[in-house]
């Protein structure tokens, strides 16, 4: 048994973590264990096949999505938004722009609270289970006017996102959802991501909970099927093909991709900057990260090593103890 595996089981065993692990070297599984239960009630054992709640890591597929229309010729990064919605969203300032949007610098207020993340309470504006497309998040955006001028404040926003899955979904004629299916899970080699309903999730689907024990599921806490903020499930498999893909200019081409990777923000901790859809750490590694209510997801990827690491969970904090492993430096 490695020393990275070694510590990693006494993290899962000291935190009651449940969830999985995997750590890439050069493309090949190096560490890929699953721990704790996928479904408390009836005692089923977490699989590293088991698809995991992502949370925001889904804002990374929507900035490929939109990339690669972007790619297509059909919209630019100074594509207004105002030009795509037309009269839809009137608070909406009229110069914010798809990179603007991309880069969490468009100044509109969000729909939701980041505070209430984790809580028992239920902060969603509109009952979760009318939030199934798109178009029933727009009732939550119409009241996000802007805080700020439009490029001038980083300022992490998850309406943007869904604007952004908007305005994709004007522009191809095709649902937000088959669109991320289309332009990023298929090329990417990802058969095992998709926006699953979460009162009709599969066997293959682990069951997100508010706390590290009992049994009271995320369901209420979350939209019932996500959008382009959030809400994808995803194996930690699929995760280290979506890199894989990505840096290979497989679901857009490498100049786009080099256009993620560009710092749109003079980082508060100058280890980790933003780009298009992606936090970019300060030695190049790239990194997707979701907490939610019921989950824990990040993702790591340095491409001058070829090596990645993620971290799935349960509970909206359960990564962080596994996180710490894979963080801290090697043995000598």
């Known amino acids: ?114 505070s209430a993340t984790g809580s028992d309470d239920y902060p969603m504006t509109v009952p979760v289970h009318r939030l199934a497309t798109t178009e029933d998040y727009v009732p939550m955006l119409d009241g996000c006017a802007q805080v700020s001028a439009p490029g001038s404040v980083f ?53 997100g909970y508010l706390s590290d024990e009992g049994l009271r599921a995320n369901m209420l806490h979350l939209p019932v099927r996500g959008s382009g903020d959030g809400g994808a499930y995803t194996t930690v498999a699929d995760m280290s093909a979506f890199w894989a893909a990505l840096l290979g200019g497989r679901i857009v081409p490498e100049r786009w991709v080099a256009q993620m990777q560009v710092p749109r923000r003079p980082p508060a901790d100058p280890r980790l900057g933003y780009g298009l859809g992606l936090w970019l750490h300060e030695g190049g590694a790239l990194e997707l990260h979701g907490y939610d209510v019921g989950v824990s997801f990040r993702s790591v990827h340095d491409p001058t090593t070829g090596s990645t690491w993620t971290v799935g969970s349960t509970t909206n904090d359960g990564s962080l103890a596994m996180e710490e492993v894979l963080e801290a430096p090697p043995p000598r």
Do not use: C
């Open 1 to 114: 048994m490695s020393s990275l595996q070694s510590a990693l089981d006494s993290a899962a065993a000291r935190t009651r973590f449940s969830g999985v692990v995997r750590v890439d070297r050069a493309g090949t599984p190096d560490v890929l264990t699953a721990y704790g239960q996928a479904d408390r009630a009836h005692g089923i054992a977490m699989e590293v096949t088991h698809q995991l709640g992502s949370a925001s890591v889904t804002k990374g597929f929507t900035a490929s999505t939109i990339l690669s229309i972007v790619a297509d010729g059909a919209l630019e990064l100074t594509t207004s938004a105002r030009s795509v919605l037309g009269s839809l969203l009137p608070l909406v300032d009229d110069t914010v722009t798809i990179e603007h949007l991309l880069s969490h610098r468009s100044g509109i207020a969000d729909y939701f609270d980041e």
């Open 155 to 207: 300022e992490y926003n998850s309406a943007g996102f869904v604007i952004l899955a908007l305005i994709a979904e004007r522009v191809t004629q095709v649902p937000f959802h088959d669109l991320v299916a289309q332009r990023v899970w298929a090329p990417a080699g990802m058969p095992n991501s998709a926006f699953l309903r979460s009162d009709a999730l599969p066997g293959s689907a682990a069951i």
